[in-house]
């Protein structure tokens, strides 16, 4: 079973420049999860989404952080402007989705993101 | 409100040793669900263990068993007889079922030295 697939693996960019990371989750997986993780810290989750709608996004900056799922597959997580403290590795993860809460988060490679 | 707290920032250790990671988790929920997972220099987020809020039975897998228990709030993880491959950041996380958000701990860093 291939894994959650995410790219690029490191960007580094510039203060106020855009970025985008790509996340392809585990084939049958409904729901899809974004997750910023800053050195030193545990991931803190910024959006879930199950099929192609957004379960929560409560601690999604979203003046500047945006995610789209289209189709349910998928996902887009795009931050415009960038800030210094965006700096961390963003996570993508899959589950099944059971509403049940039990079935284990899939995690991809994650995205080194370094701003300048 | 729901938290997670692994105390042990780091821990180091010498091959073969065993060594146990404390996780004491906050919940008002009645059903939730306990993850381990280890974060080896790679990056990526790998799977450990699982266990329900009505299954208080210990477990063990090879070296690693898990202790849960709910009168202290705490599913601690032991590694019995350390080996180098082991030396990772190890995460303990809390869902709960009414809200589905997996939170995390901030992690132990364990380090095994042969």
């Known amino acids: 079973e291939a894994g959650v697939a995410q790219s690029p693996r490191y960007k580094i960019i510039e203060k106020r420049q855009s970025v985008a990371f790509w996340c392809n989750p585990i084939?049958?997986?409904?729901?899809l999860y974004w997750y910023q993780q800053i050195l030193g810290q545990g991931p803190k989750l910024l959006i879930q989404?199950?099929?192609?709608?957004?379960?929560?996004d409560s601690q999604l900056p979203k003046d500047r952080f945006s995610a789209e799922r289209l189709k349910g597959v998928d996902s887009t997580l795009k931050i415009q402007p960038a800030k210094l403290e965006d700096s961390a590795v963003y996570l993508c993860?899959?589950?099944?989705?059971?509403?049940?809460?039990?079935?284990?988060?899939?995690f991809g490679n994650g995205t080194r993101l370094t701003v300048t | 409100a729901q938290k997670v707290t692994q105390a042990q920032t780091e821990i180091s250790v010498v091959e073969k040793e065993d060594v146990t990671l404390d996780c004491v988790y906050e919940t008002r929920d009645t059903t939730y669900y306990l993850f381990w997972y280890k974060q080896p220099p790679s990056g990526e987020l790998v799977f450990l263990i699982r266990r329900n809020s009505f299954d208080e039975q210990n477990e063990i897998s090879g070296r690693y068993s898990w202790n849960f228990q709910k009168s202290t709030s705490s599913f601690n993880f032991t590694i019995t007889a350390s080996q180098v491959v082991d030396s990772a950041v190890y995460f303990c996380a809390l869902r709960s079922y009414n809200t589905d958000k997996l939170i995390f701990g901030t992690g132990t860093r364990l380090q095994v030295f042969p």
């Open positions: 084939s049958g997986h409904a729901t």
């Open positions: 993860a899959s589950s099944l989705g059971d509403r049940q809460g039990a079935s284990p988060l899939h």
């Open positions: 989404f199950q099929n192609n709608g957004v379960v929560d």
